[in-house]
């Protein structure tokens, strides 16, 4: 039964959810959870993926807009037949000391699907991830770890360079919302609170071609039970609707590439120099972060003798870690960089001009890698999200490096990776995690792996 206590520490609703004096009194059993349904839950340990864990009637259910401890009202989002469920809080019976107000009027129950953490402070939310990055090396590697997050300089808003939204029928344009392809669409009077300075503004003014508006498909609704279909995706068209990528770019330019059109070259700074980019390509996307990680990779060389050496720069976008492992090994030793995106590597082979013993090799990392014979000293690796896989890991260490740096933008492809690289032979010696999306439960680590 939903039954609220009048707590004085109580939250405030997330967004226009009636208060709970209004609901409907039911009490639902687990396997009658349905996509509207409100139930009472205590709140348990965050997850991966920016919710926490509750048990109703012993069936979970991943809960946004959350924090663990609270008691809540949670609304089912998402039921999974004999599974678990989703929902998000709309009433808040029993607040964590540290829930703040979220400032955006985006974060809400159905709301934007950019932040997760906004109704925390900043420390709670560093704590949050580093709790997550620990749990999911304990899970997946075995390893013990308490992690701390790193904050970058900033106040957690205005950091995110690059952002790329939609357009949908009625010419909105903005970020997904949660677990859809629907647009919430910002502008002057609600921006988005962490895209930099100027990116909100900008969508509300850009030109949008005549091609590009006959593109836009109705958007995708959700299913009776809460999921939205499988869209046909593409870069171009994800969930039938077209995408702007905004830019700002370090050089103090704006700039707005519709997918499929040729974007201008920008200019990055970091490292104590300047990278040439695609303004639809690659780059970290934190305006602190390409410092921040490149100085946490030159850390993580630290030490080992590499002077003359061999590096490995895989995935290497435009060259910012091959940049890295060019000071560590001199003139005297030699870096290849791997990366699949043609643009991007014509862009390395400029940006690493300097260091003559700098190569760029377009192509997959597993295909290249197969063709280089030589052995390698130190690899830096920065795969995607899914990370780099137990035959990528297995092929790295059978080349007997010194020492490989991984730079990992998700917690659980960081612990697979890093069993993998325990059963080839490599311990995971430094771990650094950085707070690199804030008010999100993304999270950057830079992982230093040694020969066990
Ligand atoms: C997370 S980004 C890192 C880029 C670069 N290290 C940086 O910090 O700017 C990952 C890069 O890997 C590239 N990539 C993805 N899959 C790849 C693969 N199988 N082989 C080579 N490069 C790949 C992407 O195009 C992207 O540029």
Redesign the pocket.
């Known amino acids: 039964m939903i039954t609220p206590t009048a707590d004085p520490s109580a939250g405030e609703p997330s967004g226009a959810a009636p208060g709970p004096g209004e609901r409907p009194i039911v009490e639902p059993s687990a396997d009658d959870l349905a996509p509207g349904l409100e139930v009472e839950v205590d709140v348990g340990p965050v997850a991966h993926g920016g919710h926490c864990v509750a048990r109703y009637d012993g069936r979970v259910i991943f809960v946004r807009l959350a924090l663990p401890g609270e008691r809540v009202i949670v609304k089912i989002t998402e039921a999974r037949r004999g599974s678990f469920c989703r929902g998000e809080a709309v009433w808040v019976l029993r607040a964590d000391p540290r829930r703040v107000e979220a400032p955006c009027g985006h974060f809400r129950p159905d709301g934007c699907g950019g932040c997760d953490f906004q109704h925390a402070q900043a420390d709670l939310q560093r704590e949050l991830k580093g709790f997550v990055v620990a749990e999911q090396l304990q899970r997946l590697a075995g390893v013990e770890r308490a992690v701390t997050v790193e904050p970058l300089p900033g106040d957690g808003f205005g950091w995110r360079t690059r952002v790329r939204w939609a357009l949908d029928a009625g010419g909105r344009i903005g970020p997904r919302r949660v677990r859809s392809h629907r647009v919430e669409a910002v502008n002057a009077a609600g921006p988005c609170l962490i895209a930099a300075p100027g990116l909100t503004e900008l969508a509300g003014s850009i030109d949008i071609p005549t091609g590009v508006r006959r593109a836009v498909r109705p958007a995708a609704t959700a299913q009776p039970d809460g999921r939205t279909p499988r869209a046909r995706r593409s870069r171009s068209t994800a969930g039938g609707l077209p995408e702007v990528t905004l830019t700002a770019a370090g050089d103090g330019t704006l700039t707005a590439v519709w997918a499929g059109a040729d974007a201008p070259v920008v200019t990055e700074h970091a490292a104590g120099r300047d990278f040439s980019v695609a303004a639809d390509g690659?780059?970290?996307v934190h305006a602190a972060a390409?410092q921040t990680?490149s100085q946490a990779v030159a850390d993580a060389l630290e030490g080992i003798e590499l002077a003359g050496g061999t590096g490995w720069?895989?995935?290497?976008?435009?060259g910012?870690?091959a940049e890295i492992l060019c000071r560590a090994v001199g003139t005297a030793g030699s870096v290849i960089m791997?990366?699949?995106?043609p643009a991007?590597c014509e862009l390395a082979v400029t940006n690493l001009t300097r260091h003559p013993q700098a190569a760029v090799r377009q192509?997959?990392?597993?295909e290249v890698i197969g063709e280089i014979d030589s052995s390698v000293d130190a690899v830096v690796l920065?795969?995607?999200r899914s990370g780099a896989g137990p035959s990528m890991c297995a092929a790295i260490a059978a080349r007997a490096p010194a020492v490989i740096v991984y730079?990992a933008?998700d917690p659980a492809a960081l612990g697979r990776d890093t069993a993998a690289l325990a059963g080839s032979g490599y311990r995971l010696d430094t771990l650094r995690a950085f707070d690199a999306f804030p008010q999100t439960h993304h999270v950057e680590c830079v992982a230093r792996f040694l020969p066990a």
């Open positions: 690659f780059w970290q390409a990680l720069d895989l995935y290497g976008g435009v910012l870690f791997v990366e699949t995106d991007a192509g997959r990392v597993d920065d795969p995607p730079v933008c």
